[in-house]
Structures are given as C-alpha cells and as structure tokens.
C-alpha cells in the first residue's frame, strides 16, 4: 500500500488536504482564478459583482464537506445545493469551468495528485447534478 492510499483509508479528505488552512487557501484560490482567468468568464459572469459571501459560503461548505468542522450545516441547514443554485443559469460550459477552475485551485495549492483525481471526480457528479440548463 503507497502512503497515499494508506492516507486515503485511515483519515478523512479534510486532514488529508491539510486541515482549514489549506481549505480556506484553495477557497480563495478558487475564486481569485474565477475573478482573474479568461477562461473562466461564462462562470465569473453567473456571480454577482462581489464574490466574498460566496468565498465564505464555499469555505464553510468544503469543510464540513472534506469530513471537517460542519460550518455550513450549523448556520444553515442541510446544503440542498441543486435547489440553492436554481436561481443561477447552469449549463455544460458552467459546470465545465466550474470543475476546471477548481482543478487549476487544487493543483496550485499542492493538493496532493490522488486527493485532487477523487475530489475532481466528485466535483463533477455534484456540479452535473446541479445542471438546470440543457446546454
Ligand atoms: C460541485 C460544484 C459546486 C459546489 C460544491 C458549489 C457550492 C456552492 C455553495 C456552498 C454556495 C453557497 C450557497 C448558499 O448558501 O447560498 C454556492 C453559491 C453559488 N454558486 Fe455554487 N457550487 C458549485 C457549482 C456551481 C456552478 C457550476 C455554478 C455556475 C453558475 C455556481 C454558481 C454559484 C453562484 C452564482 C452562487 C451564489 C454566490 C453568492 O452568494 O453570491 N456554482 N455554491
């Protein structure tokens, strides 16, 4: 057994990645890239002129989501993430630059590369799920 799959079957995602620090990085991360990169305009463009609720929204959500501290849960309840995004356009090139804006954060913020193939993987089942536009 490497140390990676070792790591993956006796701790969770959340210690895993390094714990809220290295949550709270990729969050901004994530975000600084959807502000700043052009291949991320469709996904910067469904937001609001500020993204700071959202950073701190997705901070609190990753967490608890990771298998860490359940922020999110505690102030609002049950995520419902299908039904919160509804009133937001999302459509394939969304979901798309969603997931690919969150890869580019995962790899340079050092999260290690089987953490980040699973966490992509999953990434991509939710942000599909919450597709409410054909295209
Ligand atoms: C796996 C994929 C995704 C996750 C885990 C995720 C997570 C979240 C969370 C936790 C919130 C805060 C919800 C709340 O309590 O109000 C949020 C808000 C939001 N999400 Fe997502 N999201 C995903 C994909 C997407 C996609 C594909 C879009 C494309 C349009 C999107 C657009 C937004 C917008 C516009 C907001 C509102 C931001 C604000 O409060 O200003 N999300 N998302």
Not at 29 to 48: I, K, Q, S, V
């Amino acid at each position: 057994m490497n140390e990676e799959t070792q790591a993956a079957n006796t701790i969770t995602p959340f210690e895993w990645i390094g714990g809220e620090a290295r949550v709270q990085a990729l969050t901004d991360r994530f975000y600084d890239l959807m502000d700043l990169e052009p291949a991320y305009t469709e996904l910067r463009a469904a937001h609001g002129p500020e993204l700071d609720s959202a950073r701190q929204k997705l901070f609190w959500f990753l967490c608890g989501w990771l298998g860490g501290p359940s922020y999110y849960t505690d102030q609002f309840g049950h995520p419902r993430l299908r039904a919160r995004h509804m009133p937001f356009s999302i459509g394939i090139k969304e979901r798309d630059q969603w997931v690919a804006c969150m890869d580019q954060a995962m790899g340079e913020t050092g999260v290690p590369d089987d953490l980040r193939a699973r966490l992509r993987e999953s990434f991509m089942g939710t942000a599909d799920w919450m597709r409410n536009r054909g295209v």
